[in-house]
């Protein structure tokens, strides 16, 4: 009789360790599955900006593609560190990224009390786009040319330039040019893009080299008048106003905007967003509107971000020590 008992129970727990067995290898599965829930895009600045415009502008076809929502968390201030404190804070799991402008490449020249090490504690995703920058000034302004406003810049730094912080990119690619030039220019900083473009409009300040996205309608509509832009060649979208490089040979400075999280995601998550960042940049669609704006899709990968941030940090490292620009 002890036969037939033994079997079905031999055989019960067996299924009952095979079962076991597909739950405990179905579970890493289904973990490692992303994404499974909501993703949040985090953009340091204020809504309505350079990076904030092209967060909305990708959030809804990268919904599609992620099969997810996608949440934009504008976390503006200070220059953009403290949204980058928020995504060093986050879990490295993918479902928190950051879309950051030019300036997270030099913020740690200019805040030496980070509380996180942007080589270190942040991954490129994607070389999302770039932009050229254009120098700018009031439409009554009496400057017309580049040449006019070099001459005034040299008579005892008589020309005065807005930006939107001390260490951003559009002050720092002032000074730049200035170094280029042999002129001085008097730094007047705002805290963002709007209110240094309407005391520039007011005749508040006499200048601004801002990116084109930022100040591309004002232009066309005659509020503000292009006198160069620091692309190598002539810009499409404002083919009347010249080149700096063609008057400062291998004069090119460009704002960009790029995608990173936290250093320690997996790799393999690191590759679905930026294969899925990559294919919606590439959207004819969103590739036309984002150009209409003034942007350049540049579509790259992980790599090309982190190539980028590394020389632009190495760039305008230079640059900081030796005009000696801090914090205001």
Same mark, same amino acid.
């Given at each position: ?13 067996? @299924?009952?360790?095979? @079962? ?10 289904? #973990?490692?599955? &992303? ?9 340091? &600045? ?27 968390? /504008? ?21 928190? @990224? ?5 300036? *997270? ?5 200019? *805040? ?45 730094? =008589? ?6 912080? #001390? ?9 730049? &040019? ?40 004002? @232009? ?5 008048? =292009? ?7 002539? /810009? ?9 490089? +063609? ?6 400075? *460009? ?40 942007? +350049?899709?540049? #579509? ?5 971000? /982190? ?22």
């Amino acid at each position: 009789m002890t036969r037939p008992e033994t079997t079905p129970r031999r055989s019960l727990i067996s @299924v009952g360790l095979l @079962v076991g067995l597909a739950l405990a290898l179905a579970g890493p599965a289904r #973990a490692e599955t &992303f994404p499974s829930r909501l993703v949040t895009v985090i953009v340091p &600045f204020a809504a309505g900006g350079t990076v904030d415009k092209v967060a909305r502008q990708v959030q809804e076809p990268l919904r599609a593609r992620l099969g997810q929502q996608v949440l934009i968390d /504008n976390r503006g201030g200070a220059g953009g560190t403290i949204g980058m404190a928020a995504l060093a804070k986050s879990a490295p799991d993918g479902y928190t @990224v950051a879309l950051v402008f030019d300036s *997270y490449a030099t913020e740690q020249h200019i *805040y030496p009390k980070l509380p996180y090490a942007t080589l270190r504690d942040f991954s490129g995703v994607s070389y999302v786009a770039r932009s050229p920058m254009v120098l700018v000034v009031p439409a009554a302004s009496p400057y017309k040319t580049l040449q006019d406003y070099v001459a005034a810049a040299k008579a005892k730094g =008589a020309v005065s330039y807005a930006s939107v912080g #001390a260490g951003s990119s559009n002050h720092l690619a002032a000074e730049l &040019f200035h170094e280029t030039a042999g002129s001085q220019g008097l730094h007047v900083p705002f805290k963002g893009g709007g209110p240094a473009l309407t005391d520039l409009m007011g005749g508040h300040v006499d200048s601004m080299i801002a990116s084109l996205p930022l100040v591309l309608q004002q @232009v066309q509509s005659g509020k503000l008048r =292009a006198l160069a832009v620091t692309s190598p060649k002539r /810009n499409p979208a404002l083919p009347e106003v010249p080149a700096m490089a +063609e008057t400062y040979k291998g004069f090119e400075v *460009y704002s960009w905007v790029g995608m990173v999280a936290p250093a320690k995601t997996p790799a393999p998550v690191l590759d679905k967003l930026s294969a899925d960042m990559t294919a919606t940049l590439r959207e004819p669609e969103v590739a036309k509107r984002l150009a209409d704006g003034g942007f +350049e899709v540049v #579509a790259g990968g992980r790599d090309a971000m /982190n190539q980028l941030i590394k020389s632009e940090s190495e760039r305008w490292g230079r640059l900081i020590q030796a005009r000696k620009i801090v914090a205001e």
